[in-house]
């Protein structure tokens, strides 16, 4: 027969180990049927033994493992169990109800969620790994453990605001889209207990302003400085720069290249639909210049992408600090702080660059991945790659007179005669 003690801590700390190969039950005095089983080991686990409903004798249940369960703990685990006995319900069946209980309570909070959402809707969207950090740094983080349905229009309007007033009105309209967007997918989804989103009746025009269209062009000087800073910033965001600069893609399709996206041979670089905005493929014709600058790139053995800190396993992140760096340099080469631009306005320089050269729209266009409409899209199939060709070389050529500087003695003739 089991001993018959008031258990406590120090009761605890003092049982020794049983004989090999044998175990012993010490029972407390407080809570009828609790006790404690010591193995050989020293392991010492608490049990409630009673005759749980179902079944015709007593048997024993664990109840929890000494110290990594408190005493205490384990007393009032075991008393509960001893109220739902006589109740008639098995311990086992309430506290899997409990736990269903807790689980379907945080799988309607903010974060959860949004997890759920990033995980099921944006690995199929372009900017699906962009759209989730911004998503739990602004978001998330914010509203963790909170309900779906307690966030508020007042909530969502403070994100806004915040943005706002921190000098980023682009940023806050990308905010709101993608917080309308996910919510939209709540409702839809009819998980949630969401009717309305907090969205509804919010009007970026009101609460941001008047979208303004970006006409920023960078002038001969600011190319070159862009050119020399971007030199001096080195692998990886020096390279990507030089390379937006040669071919005019956008800053993720640069960022996210693969090597088996490169055909170094013939000369061209395929964009694949899932990475392009349209989602078609791109076809890149690579000039002399671009050619150098990809043979110059590093190649790592444990992964394919062509710019990236974790030796090619996953593309490179960080450009708002790279950005920083880049204005810096910049200044330092002009003399003066650049009038503030974007590297997407760098994609709108080569297609204003290109136009100077009178390259023609439709080509133009294509270069910079603006694909046909219409009916030009459905009936015109020819690939303009010789055309794209020709239009890159003639900017690649303009671009190193932009970039090159000139040799002393025009410097020296230019002083002179004026």
């Not at 109740?87 to 309570?105: H, I, Q």
């Not at 660059?353 to 294509?366: C, H, P, Q, T």
Request: some cysteine; overall charge positive; glycine content about 6%.
């Amino acid at each position: 027969m089991a001993d018959k003690v008031k258990l406590t801590d120090r009761k605890l700390r003092s049982l020794k180990a049983a004989k090999v190969g044998q175990r012993y039950e010490v029972m407390d005095t407080d809570v009828s049927g609790f006790g404690v089983r010591v193995t050989d080991k020293g392991k010492r686990t608490f049990f409630l033994l009673a005759r749980y409903p179902g079944s015709d004798n007593p048997t024993r249940r664990a109840v929890g493992e000494y110290p990594t369960n408190s005493l205490a703990d384990a007393h009032k685990k075991a008393r509960k169990w001893r109220d739902w006995i006589k109740e008639g319900k098995d311990p086992k069946d309430e506290e899997e109800s409990l736990r269903l209980a807790v689980l379907r309570k945080n799988a309607d909070t903010f974060d959860v969620v949004a997890d759920l959402y990033i995980k099921r809707i944006l690995p199929r969207q372009r900017r699906g790994g962009i759209v989730a950090k911004e998503i739990k740094r602004e978001f998330s983080d914010r509203w963790k453990g909170r309900a779906i349905t307690s966030i508020t229009r007042r909530d969502i309007i403070e994100v806004i605001n915040e943005a706002v007033e921190r000098g980023a009105p682009y940023q806050a309209r990308n905010l709101l889209g993608h917080a309308r967007a996910m919510f939209n997918w709540a409702i839809e989804a009819g998980d949630y207990g969401l009717e309305s989103s907090p969205c509804d009746r919010i009007r970026p025009k009101h609460l941001i302003g008047e979208r303004s269209p970006r006409d920023r062009v960078l002038t001969d000087a600011e190319i070159r400085a862009l050119w020399g800073s971007a030199e001096k910033m080195g692998y990886p965001f020096g390279p990507i720069i030089q390379l937006l600069l040669l071919t005019g893609v956008r800053k993720s399709e640069a960022s996210d290249a693969q090597w088996p996206e490169l055909d170094l041979a013939l000369q061209v670089w395929t964009v694949p639909a899932e990475r392009f905005k349209s989602k078609s493929t791109h076809l890149v014709p690579l000039t002399k210049d671009a050619l150098a600058l990809l043979k110059s790139l590093p190649t790592f053995t444990t992964g394919n992408h062509l710019f990236s800190t974790s030796l090619g396993q996953k593309p490179v992140t960080g450009f708002a600090k790279a950005k920083l760096r880049l204005d810096k340099l910049m200044a330092q080469e002009l003399g003066k702080a650049p009038v503030p631009f974007r590297l997407h306005d760098i994609r709108r320089t080569v297609r204003t660059r290109l136009a100077g050269l009178r390259i023609a729209d439709e080509v133009a266009e294509m270069v910079i991945g603006h694909g046909r409409k219409g009916i030009q899209r459905v009936y015109d199939q020819h690939s303009y790659e010789d055309e794209m060709r020709e239009a890159l070389e003639q900017w690649a050529a303009r671009l190193r007179d932009i970039v090159t500087p000139p040799p002393d003695n025009v410097v020296r003739m230019k002083k002179g005669h004026a």
